[in-house]
């Protein structure tokens, strides 16, 4: 392990019993300082994001930048709250006694963050971490080094690093800090390299979060307006070039339905993201992250046949950067492309003749984590949520559940596990701890040995308890 990550991480060590013991004032200037520095750094933020990602100002404001500061104001208006006493009924045994529960911080937290929205995923749990009173070892990912060098920046001239330190590196790196005794760990990315970080969290029984994907189904009724779902759906694929992780994953809708679908998709995506050449408009569009990602999109479509499925309708894009919007049948519902998540702006449909094929589908793949339902009917609504499980459920819309910082964020299974965003973000990062002091009027006594004559007072408890 290189020296000075072990260097930091004994600092951390001593630090975080001091962290523990910071007042909800002191936590609150914190977050207010992080805001500063964020805002002073913005411009900077946003060209990291241009150069890794290629996001437009604007994409990048609503779903990375403006996203944090909505978060930190959320955690500075709750903070006291959260971090006050929860008191709790008694019960027979401690009935005179007072019952509590109090958020502790968990200790030196580890947090992993991925490379499709690197400044979000990164600073979303670092607010919450430190909103809990953790020092924080921070690694973000390798694949947006402009964005990792802007967090680094960030961290530095807001924490002493014996509170927050950002580590820069690839996987080497965290692999040897996944080899570090910490507290709790928080990874956000695929389920594949999930089980690896739970593996490693196992060795020191650390606390664990694991935020990953998985292929999020949209299910459309066929009585929902298609102009509306396809104006909805077409955003929420293509924002970020479809790389998120509740991004919708494949649709499931009447098959006679698909044709009219098809077409109002292209003109929802021509409105929002074509240049007046009729080409996709890469200031609005954003790229692939890499060449890697981009040519694991290229073979998902290179595989499709007679069998499997076929093209429908692809966006035309003249950058070699970039992948087209694509819409894709889907005969065979067990091949690569509807078993692996997709992560980018491919689409397929799946055609149905009954809701039960389709359940059926979402049932024998994975828990998601999103399910997306777009449905008039309440009793249609109901049944798929009743009988499917997933994450988190959007109905007559796409993303937008992650933006409400009052919902818990977070998958199921392979999906996930934990929460994050708001109060359930602070707890990620904290022990609820249960606190109880007894009267100087106890009866707990009573149920000391010897036992004699004591048959009325076990038979009365046995009523009660």
Known sequence: MEIRVQEIFDKQVIQQHVLRRTTVEERIAK??????????????????LQLDLRKHEKEAAITEVYFIYSEIDFAIKHLRRWMGK??????????LAKNWTQFEPKGISLILSPWNYPFQLSMSPLLSAVAAGCAVLLKPSEFSPHTAEILKEIISQTFPEEEVTCLLGDKELATDLLNLPVANIFFTGSPSIGKIVMKAASNHLSGLTLELGGKSPVLIDKNYPLKDAAQKIAWGKLINAGQTCIAPDYILMPKEMIPAFVSEFAIACQEMFYNVDQSMDTNKYAKIIN???????????????????????????????????????????????MDEEIFGPILPIVGFDRIDEALAIIQNKPKPLALYIFSNSTEYVTSITQTCSSGSVCINDVLLQVSNPNLPFGGINTSGMGSCHGFYGFKAFSHERAMMKQSKWSITKLIYPPYKNKDRIFKFLKSFM
Do not use: M
């Not at 977050?31 to 990291?48: N, Y």
């Open 31 to 48: 977050l207010k300082k992080l805001k500063k520095t964020l805002l002073h750094l913005e411009k900077d933020i946003f060209q990291a």
């Open 291 to 337: 060449t890697k990602h981009l040519n694991r999109l290229k073979e998902l479509i290179a595989e499709l046949n007679d069998s499997n499925g076929t093209i429908l309708w692809q966006s035309n894009i003249k950058d070699q950067e970039s992948f087209p919007a694509t819409l894709v049948q889907i005969w065979n519902v067990n091949s690569r492309i």
């Open 86 to 95: 929860q008191h709790k009924s008694a019960s027979i045994t401690n009935l």
